[in-house]
């Protein structure tokens, strides 16, 4: 663990105060997001330890992480498929993998999580983790929707307690939204914040409110592209083909919703709902709750809206 000093940035005064610098993570769930993570961070130097509840998963993240290399190795390495080889194997000792939670915490600078988008599953997680972590160290939430401050009354750390929000497919979005609870320290925000910056993302500083900034936006438009079909007032292919051609977005909300998972979509709603239940903007939808009761979460399970190879 380091400590440096330097000014505040999130424009509150202009004492000078420090923070932690992160060398040593452990990521709490090895899905999509969790092994996108790891890979960045192994990449730009981090020692990672890589936690899920199996081994088989586990072997699965180091594929997919092995795999996000390759890719970046084409392009940095076009001409020198050695030093690309080099590249990865080196990235690739930054990496360690365990089924141990509270062993692989020991000596972590940072503890990420990204497991599933319930709020009793992650605050058992983190009350287990805080009686075993270091007290220097950091415990943040990679949640889509959660609030930040309940996730954290499950520990004794408020202060050290804040929001990390990634963007999938990690390894290209080059987003993260930094989330301060009221009770979150000046040093951890900015500690947060510096361990963006030196994963090569561009940080921004959100409250800790529904969805923070992109997914208030973003989830409520792919919730009403899905009514809009509820409705019969357009196929899902032709509103895909539509946002994509006449709004100039990557994938259209189906494709993303897919691409999301339909369980997180439907935990993001459920949980939304259920704190503003008059809100129409939350209202639950058939088409994505039938979805997700047959097991079809999208891309990850092989259908969804889509089917996939
Ligand atoms: N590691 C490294 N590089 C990767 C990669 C990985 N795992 N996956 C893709 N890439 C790179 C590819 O190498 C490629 O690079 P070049 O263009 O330099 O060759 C580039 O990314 C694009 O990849 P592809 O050609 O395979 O695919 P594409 O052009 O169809 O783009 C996409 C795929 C980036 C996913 C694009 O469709 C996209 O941006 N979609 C929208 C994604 C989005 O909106 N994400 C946010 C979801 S919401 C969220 O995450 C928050 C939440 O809480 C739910
Ligand atoms: P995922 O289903 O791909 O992966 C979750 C992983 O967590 C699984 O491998 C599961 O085995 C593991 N897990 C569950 N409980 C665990 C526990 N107690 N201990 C250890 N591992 C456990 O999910 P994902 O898409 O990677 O999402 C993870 C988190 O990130 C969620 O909170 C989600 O809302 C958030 N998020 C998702 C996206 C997205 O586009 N999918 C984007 C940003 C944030």
Redesign the pocket.
């Known amino acids: 663990m380091a400590f440096v000093t330097h000014r505040l940035s999130r424009g509150f005064s202009s004492s000078a105060v420090r923070h932690v610098v992160i060398k040593n993570i452990t990521i709490i769930g090895g899905g999509q997001?969790g092994a996108?993570i790891a890979?960045v961070a192994a990449a730009t130097g981090h020692t990672v330890t890589l936690v899920d509840q199996h081994e088989n998963i586990l072997k699965k993240s180091v594929a997919?992480i092995e795999?996000?290399?390759k890719?970046?190795v084409?392009?940095m390495f076009a001409d020198k498929p050695e030093a690309g080889t080099a590249f990865i194997q080196n990235v690739m000792k930054n990496v360690s993998i365990s089924t141990d939670a509270a062993s692989a915490v020991q000596s972590t600078d940072l503890v990420l999580e990204a497991i599933v988008e319930n709020l009793k599953v992650k605050q058992s997680l983190f009350g287990g983790l805080d009686k075993v972590a270091p007290s220097h160290a950091i415990f943040a939430s990679?949640?889509?929707?959660l609030p930040i401050a309940d996730i954290a009354s499950a520990t004794g750390r408020l202060d050290r307690f804040g929001g990390l929000?990634?963007?999938?497919?990690?390894?290209?979005?080059k987003l993260v939204e930094v989330i301060a609870t009221s009770s979150t320290s000046q040093e951890t925000f900015d500690s947060l914040l510096n361990f963006s910056k030196a994963l090569g993302k561009t940080p921004v500083s959100c409250k800790d409110t529904p969805?923070f900034i992109?997914?208030r936006l973003?989830?409520p438009y792919m919730m009403e592209a899905i009514r809009l079909t509820e409705r019969g007032h357009g196929s899902r292919e032709d509103i895909d083909t539509a946002m994509k051609l006449g709004a100039g977005?990557?994938?259209g909300p189906f494709?993303?919703l897919d691409?999301?998972?339909l369980d997180?979509?439907k935990f993001?709603m459920d949980g939304w709902s259920a704190v503003d239940p008059g809100n129409p903007l939350f209202a639950p939808s058939e088409m994505l709750n039938k979805l997700v009761a047959e097991g079809k979460y999208g891309k990850k399970t092989g259908e969804g809206f889509y089917k996939y190879k």
């Open positions: 997001m996108g890979q997919g795999g996000g290399l890719r970046v084409k392009k990679n949640t889509s929707s929000h990634f963007f999938n497919p990690v390894p290209v979005m969805g992109v997914n973003l989830v977005y990557p994938m494709e993303l691409y999301v998972g997180t979509a993001i």
